[in-house]
């Protein structure tokens, strides 16, 4: 079959899913040389299966908020692949979440995972349920409900969840503690679990921080480096601040950061007493980004999900870090940045860049890392928890960061040797694509037609 007519059976399997069909679509376009070399791969039909969630979980959350009123929700656990380890990936509570978006980020989680070299197959899961605007006994009861269905499909031999968009430290807290009570066991069956109780350190730190070191290695590859350099980040929550913390480390200067109601720019740059003041706002007191512009007295730019352009990405700088949500920056976006001479851009969130305005990047010379190499640092540092637990240790803050960085300097080298073998040195789209496909095409043809 030709790159046309898999996709168009693709479509045609899951209408209605246009996020999943974005992210099948930039996989499937990297990985064709692969199909071309190996008949073996295609004669297995392996792209085909890894479209198909292996399990799709899909139930009802029924939960009473603070008034006694009955509410209810959608809960889903994507269980994509299962190839290489067992199924391990985010859960998304936010009212956008539909089965299309957590089959896209299950999808890229297949590869992602790979990326680490660690032993952990591709899931996601999630609710619509909104935590915005309700009060931590709605968030636990909720988290209460929800595990009430899930913890019938997870183990921690079989599928470990984590947190990703509105899933923090307070969500992971309340639905470890609901599978416990139900399983009458502690296990270590969610990572992103406290200090103290099963986690790991540098966990809450490592989405963020690794994506900076990918970041660094990008600009050592090209005898440069963040020290001294102006960078865009979007977004506010756990990867935007372990991002901002990790180049302030290194010596670089955020101007920006963004929430769902608008974006500020501090010309003078984020420090270290501003990062924690962000860090109270928005996860402690769960407020909008404007209070820090009228702390700080900087400019708040409140922007509309719905205009064509996000003006965050209009501000003059040398580095970007998308780091907020999906299709976050567009193709007019992408022509923003080259035209401010950005020199990179590396993707903090999940697909928040248009295919558009990959292709403009990469056409104008900019280095554009995806998120599922660029991002990696989180899930590998779930993997890392997972082994502790398993082992019954607690490594040091400096052993899991040197864990991390190396693990991210590896993803950096195996995407572009891949991208180099398969005659586009430099790209780190096809190379990270190439790379994870290849482990994960390996372990499904050895383990027969099942
Ligand atoms: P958080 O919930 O901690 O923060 C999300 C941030 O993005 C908030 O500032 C939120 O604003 C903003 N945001 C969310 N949706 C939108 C939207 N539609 N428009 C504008 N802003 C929005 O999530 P994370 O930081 O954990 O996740 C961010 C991204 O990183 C996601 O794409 C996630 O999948 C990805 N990721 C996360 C990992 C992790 O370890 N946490 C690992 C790998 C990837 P507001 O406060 O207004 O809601």
Redesign the pocket.
């Given at each position: 079959m030709t790159q046309e007519e898999i996709l168009s059976l693709v479509k045609k399997r899951n209408p209605n899913e246009p996020e999943f069909i974005q992210a099948v679509d930039e996989v499937l376009m990297s990985v064709m040389p692969v199909l071309d070399r190996h008949s073996d791969f295609r004669n297995l039909k392996l792209f085909e299966r890894m479209t198909e969630p292996e399990r799709l979980i899909y139930f009802r959350v029924t939960w009473l908020d603070d008034k006694g009123q009955v509410q209810y929700n959608r809960g889903y656990r994507v269980q994509m692949n299962s190839a290489i380890g067992p199924y391990k990936g985010?859960l998304?509570f936010?009212p956008?979440v539909t089965a299309s978006v957590l089959k896209f980020?299950a999808f890229e989680q297949i590869f992602k995972n790979a990326l680490t070299g660690l032993p952990m197959g591709g899931g996601k899961g999630g609710s619509d349920f909104d935590p915005?605007g309700k009060s931590d006994n709605e968030v636990m009861k909720f988290c209460q409900a929800f595990m009430g269905e899930l913890a019938r499909h997870i183990d921690d031999r079989t599928d470990v969840p984590?947190?990703?968009?509105?899933v923090?430290g307070r969500e992971i807290g309340y639905l470890f503690g609901a599978y416990k009570k139900i399983k009458n066991e502690f296990s270590g069956i969610l990572t992103g679990k406290g200090i103290g109780w099963g986690g790991s350190l540098i966990r809450t730190e490592?989405?963020g921080y690794g994506l900076i070191y990918f970041a660094e290695n990008m600009m050592q590859a090209n005898k440069d480096s963040l020290k001294g350099k102006t960078c865009l980040v979007s977004?506010?929550?756990?990867?935007?601040q372990y991002a901002i913390e990790k180049i302030i480390h290194l010596g670089g200067k955020v101007v920006t950061a963004?929430?769902?109601?608008g974006f500020i720019y501090d010309e003078a740059g984020f420090t270290m007493e501003k990062l924690a003041f962000l860090k109270d706002l928005?996860d402690v007191r769960r407020g909008r980004i404007k209070e820090y512009a009228d702390k700080y007295n900087c400019k708040f730019v409140a922007v509309n999900?719905n205009e064509s352009s996000n003006p965050l990405w209009a501000v003059k700088a040398d580095c970007a870090f998308p780091?907020?949500?999906?299709n976050?920056l567009n193709d007019k976006d992408a022509n923003n940045l080259v035209k401010n001479k950005v020199k990179l851009v590396a993707e903090?969130?999940?697909m928040?860049t248009t295919p558009e305005a990959i292709n403009i990047l990469i056409d104008n010379g900019v280095m554009y890392a995806p998120?599922k190499a660029s991002?990696a640092g989180?899930?590998a540092t779930s993997g890392l928890e997972m082994t502790q637990n398993y082992m019954g240790q607690n490594w040091t803050r400096e052993e899991v960061d040197a864990k991390l960085l190396n693990i991210m300097r590896n993803i950096h080298d195996t995407s572009l040797a891949a991208a180099k073998e398969y005659g586009k040195p430099g790209n780190y789209m096809i190379g990270a694509n190439i790379a994870g496909f290849l482990k994960v095409a390996k372990a499904m043809q050895a383990q027969g037609v099942i």
């Open positions: 985010g998304r936010h956008s980020l915005k984590a947190g990703d968009i509105g923090g490592a989405t977004g506010s929550g756990n990867v935007a963004s929430d769902s109601s928005k999900a780091c907020a949500t999906q976050e903090g969130a999940n928040p998120g991002n989180g899930v």
